[in-house]
């Protein structure tokens, strides 16, 4: 009876030992792939070692020059350090240029055109700096960008004055001059809206500065928190992070709420800063909690100004684009039209202003902590800025007192504390 009993003791030993195995082995299995899957989506987002090839190729042949070329592709004092790239197509990287941080965004395809949802075509290195060809004037050139200029941001009055702004960018070496290899980096960069934005913006304290160039690679200021709020990871520890469990998480990882109150500040003055700026209206496309930064006094900056375009722009490319529903008239994530059902063709005229969906951001980012005294007059005020409609009548004038009352409350509530 006793070895009955040891026998079906063992069995059962087994039997679990071997389930314990077969599972542990299937967990290993699982693991390994996934990270195998997120790894081969890491290589093939992060290719700064194709861009630098790309760039320095052209450099090292004269087709393109500027002044982040030499220490890019020569002395190597420039180089990447983590990357940021959330596409394939648009590689970014923290930097270090000559020991100062930075941010270093570089092309993986052409940006001739909005993308409303279909891949840009590869990058075509065969005419990517075609222009200006040998032997284009100063004067031919200065054309070339006020016709660029007109046809993105419309008939401005003062496009002259930002040409000018241009080629003083454009002379990298400050000689004077602007060299054939200078123009090519410039014309390639212009058709990048955040470059262009970042130009007419330069005098701005929430947008990045300029470091310098090397064909459609720019530098720009770095930003010591990448994100509104939120905690960095380790890419392994994010598979296995539930999303509503991540976004969460990231509230509890935010600045106290007077720092909170004056970084969104910083946002509403970004959103006047971009709202009938000196060269016509830019929409905000995406204003996610990823493009924007603070640095460590709580000044907020913009990370990623890609999805920012001219309002003129948008508005040509979109208007006689074919539609079947208004989710066809959509630019990035928050710039939307309307879909006229009597033509199937998206209407021009942009659904939601910059305020609304700056305040559709804050509001959770803002609520969560805020002082008791101020969290109903404040939760009020941000539901009527979400409300703004861009065909309210008056909207300009509403927009513009809602933007001046947020800001005056939140600033009344700060003034006097150490963390302002």
Not at 355 to 375: F, H, M, T, V, W
Request: hydrophobic share 40%; charged share 25%.
């Amino acid at each position: 009876m006793l070895v009955v009993f040891e026998r079906l003791y063992i069995a059962r030993f087994s039997y679990v030992r071997m389930k314990y195995l077969f599972f542990s082995w299937l967990a290993v299995f699982v693991g390994s792939w996934i990270i195998y899957v997120q790894y081969s989506t890491y290589t093939e987002l992060c290719r700064g070692k194709d861009c630098k090839k790309i760039i320095c190729d052209k450099y090292k042949t004269g087709v393109i020059d500027g002044p982040a070329c030499n220490s890019l592709c020569v002395t190597e004092t420039l180089y990447f350090g983590k990357c940021l790239s959330t596409k394939p197509s648009n590689q970014m990287y923290l930097g270090i240029w000559d020991n100062l941080p930075g941010v270093v965004k570089c092309q993986m395809e052409q940006a001739l055109h909005l993308d409303f949802g279909t891949e840009l075509e590869p990058r075509k290195e065969i005419v990517l700096f075609d222009k200006p060809t040998r032997g284009t004037t100063v004067q031919k050139f200065k054309e070339m960008v006020y016709s660029l200029f007109k046809a993105k941001l419309g008939d401005q009055g003062n496009l002259s004055e930002l040409v000018n702004l241009i080629l003083t960018v454009a002379d990298g070496d400050k000689d004077g001059q602007v060299s054939l290899g200078e123009a090519k980096s410039t014309w390639a960069l212009l058709q990048l809206n955040e470059f262009l934005l970042m130009v007419i913006l330069q005098d701005k304290e929430h947008t990045p500065k300029l470091m310098g160039f090397c064909g459609d690679l720019y530098v720009m200021e770095s930003v010591e928190y990448t994100s509104l709020y939120g905690i960095s990871l380790p890419w392994v520890i994010e598979l296995f992070i539930p999303s509503g469990f991540r976004r969460s998480m990231d509230q509890l990882f935010t600045p106290s709420w007077p720092r909170k109150a004056k970084i969104a500040i910083g946002l509403l003055e970004f959103v006047e800063d971009v709202f009938h700026g000196p060269y016509g209206n830019f929409l905000m496309c995406d204003t996610s909690a990823k493009n924007l930064g603070y640095n460590d006094k709580y000044d907020l900056k913009m990370v990623d100004m890609r999805k920012i375009v001219p309002e003129t722009n948008l508005k040509e490319l979109i208007k006689d684009r074919h539609c079947e529903s208004d989710l066809d008239c959509v630019y990035g994530t928050d710039c939307r039209t309307s879909c006229d059902q009597s033509t199937m063709k998206c209407t021009s005229e942009v659904i939601q202003p910059n305020l609304a969906k700056a305040c559709q951001l804050l509001k959770d980012y803002l609520l969560r902590g805020a002082p008791s005294e101020i969290r109903e007059e404040l939760e009020k005020q941000l539901y009527s800025c979400i409300a703004l409609k861009v065909t309210a009548n008056q909207m300009e004038m509403e927009h513009s007192l809602i933007l001046n009352n947020l800001k005056t409350l939140l600033w009344k509530k700060i003034s006097y504390t150490n963390d302002s």
